[in-house]
């Protein structure tokens, strides 16, 4: 093992994450100008406890970013060094190998990787490599902010109110212009880590959709700015129209950092090109992600564990031929279909979408919460810890600041409501695309004559509901007045 001395001329390693980005990286830019040779590290971890395994679609979108990130470095004298294993034992053996003097990283907010963290800390230091992390990837620290009576928030707007009325968000940093790279450090090929699909290949929409990588991130916030910003406020419950950021997967994998998205959206608000209610509002909506991580230090079972445990006892159904009608978008109810296919394609849906899938599955189906969160979780490309679990608890109500169990979405009523003219389900549900806005949103009561017209056959081309609105609510309702009556 080299000594200390040899170790303090040695090069710097720079621990990629959830930060695929060089710009606004700190851990980056404290290494490149320190002006010694770095050593770019990501590292994939299917090992070290505590940590979910990344889905399908995350997979996949991880495959394109790294990618992006290692030509993105390559373009400025680094290297990205690819390494399997856990953290603790696979970074400390990439120090003793290299010699490297120190580790930069910028700081994982979720309870386990910190946890990864820590023990790599003490793992590096005891061989006497420094380790220095940096705060990056969330606007404010999970375990900080308080309510007046010093616990954490399990309300929204009152968080909001404290992180919103603090100090702004620091600047966000340039990319360094030159990394100097450490030469002859082995790494794997991406290739071999076989993280995107080959046999079937199921990704060919996503490719179609989405430009992984920085530049791509950068290049669709520039288009928000452009062209969704405006209106945002008003028209964001809308899935037909572009009126949301999309940047849900950027900010996931850190292909941009929240720092660049608020600064940018408050630049142009300040330069009139954007109006103040719009840009709050997203603000806003940047600030139930980090609510959402706030939720999961509070309980980092979150994606298992019912935060109100009077669910405990909730009288889930088990049913696999509704479950599995549900994921392949084939309920009978075209706004949930559109959803589920949309996912299924492209890796994303819209937020609205979300609430009206993920509600239809809970309290129409009674389908146990946990098995949409978990299909979510393999088929999003933005899955995220915390904001996957924490949105689906709120939808099922069993969240901190939950919607309120026994509000029911008519899946119907939020098509006509959000969908008007019915573009979005004939987007994404192709065998309804001749059906008018007049029938589009609910097939079953469509007149047979313009069934006809429009080559619909209820039960053979698209399926009728699966189940009857009214007998859904009914039902859940009931299943709800259970939990509450084991309360008394
Ligand atoms: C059942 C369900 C599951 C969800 N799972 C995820 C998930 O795994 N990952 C994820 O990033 N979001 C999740 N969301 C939140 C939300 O649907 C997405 O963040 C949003 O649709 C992304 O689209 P956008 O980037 O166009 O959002 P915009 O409206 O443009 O919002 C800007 C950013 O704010 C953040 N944001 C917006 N709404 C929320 C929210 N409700 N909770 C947390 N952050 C939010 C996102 O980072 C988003 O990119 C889920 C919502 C529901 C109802």
């Known amino acids: 093992m080299p ?55 995350a997979r996949w979108w991880l495959a394109g970013s790294l990618r992006a990130l290692a030509e993105a470095l390559r373009g400025r004298g680094g290297e990205l060094t690819l390494r399997r294993g856990a953290a603790a034992d696979a970074v400390a053996a990439l120090a003793t190998e290299t010699k490297a003097s120190a580790l930069f990283m910028n700081r994982r907010d979720d309870p ?35 309510t007046g009576s010093g616990r954490p928030f399990q309300v929204f707007t009152p968080f909001w109110r404290q992180l919103r009325g603090g100090s702004p968000p620091r600047a966000p940093l340039p990319a360094p212009s030159r990394i100097a790279g450490a030469s002859g450090v082995a790494t794997d090929a991406l290739a071999d880590w076989h993280l995107e699909p080959t046999r079937p290949d199921w990704a060919a929409d996503m490719r179609a959709t989405w430009v992984r990588g920085e530049p791509g991130a950068q290049r669709d916030l520039e288009v928000f700015l452009a062209h969704g910003l405006k209106g945002y406020a008003a028209q964001r419950d809308r899935p037909d ?11 996931r994998f850190g292909e941009l950092s929240p720092y660049q998205v608020w600064h940018a959206c408050m630049h142009a608000a300040d330069a009139g090109r954007a109006a103040r209610t719009d840009v709050e509002k997203l603000l806003s909506e940047l600030g139930w ?8 230090h509070q309980q980092p079972a979150l994606a298992t564990v019912n935060f109100n445990r009077r669910f405990d006892a909730f009288p889930w159904r088990q049913d696999g031929a509704a479950r599995a009608a549900w994921q392949q978008g084939r309920t009978g109810y075209p706004l949930v279909d559109a959803g589920m296919r949309q996912l299924w394609a492209t890796g994303w849906m819209h937020n609205r979408v979300r609430m009206v899938a993920a509600s239809f599955l809970i309290k129409h189906l009674l389908i146990d919460w946990r098995a949409g ?9 933005d899955a995220d810890v915390a904001s996957n679990p ?31 003219g019915g573009d979005y389900v004939r ?5 309804l695309g001749r059906l008018d806005a007049s029938s589009v949103h609910a097939p079953e009561r469509a007149p047979p004559l313009a069934l006809s017209a429009a080559g619909v056959t209820l039960g053979a081309s698209y399926p009728a509901p699966i189940v009857a609105h009214e007998e859904g609510r009914r039902r859940a309702l009931a299943a709800l007045a259970t939990i509450k009556s084991a309360e008394r």
């Not at 590096?124 to 902010?145: I, M, Y």
């Not at 129209?241 to 900010?251: C, F, M, V």
Request: aromatic share 10%; with cysteine; charged share 20%.
């Open 289 to 296: 992600r980090e609510f959402c991580y706030h939720l999961l």
């Open 427 to 431: 987007r994404f549900v192709p065998e």
């Open 373 to 381: 969160e978990q299909w979510f979780w393999d088929t999003l490309v």
């Open 112 to 146: 386990a990787g910190a946890a990864i963290d820590r023990a790599v800390t003490a793992r590096l230091g005891a061989d006497g490599t420094e380790v220095k992390s940096f705060a990056a990837n969330l606007l404010h620290d999970p375990n900080a902010l308080r």
């Open 390 to 420: 924490a949105n689906w608890q709120w939808v099922a109500g069993c969240g901190a600041d939950a919607a309120p169990y026994f509000r029911i979405f008519n899946p119907v009523l939020q098509s006509e409501k959000f969908d008007p």
């Open 3 to 57: 000594g200390q001395a040899e170790r303090g001329s040695g090069p710097l390693i720079v621990w990629f994450r959830d930060d695929l980005r060089l710009a606004d990286h700190p851990a980056l830019a404290a290494a490149a100008a320190a002006g010694r040779p770095v050593i770019c590290l990501y590292l994939l971890d299917e090992a070290s406890p505590g940590l979910r395994l990344l889905g399908g679609a």
């Open 241 to 251: 129209l572009p009126h949301t950021s999309r940047l849900s997967p950027r900010l």
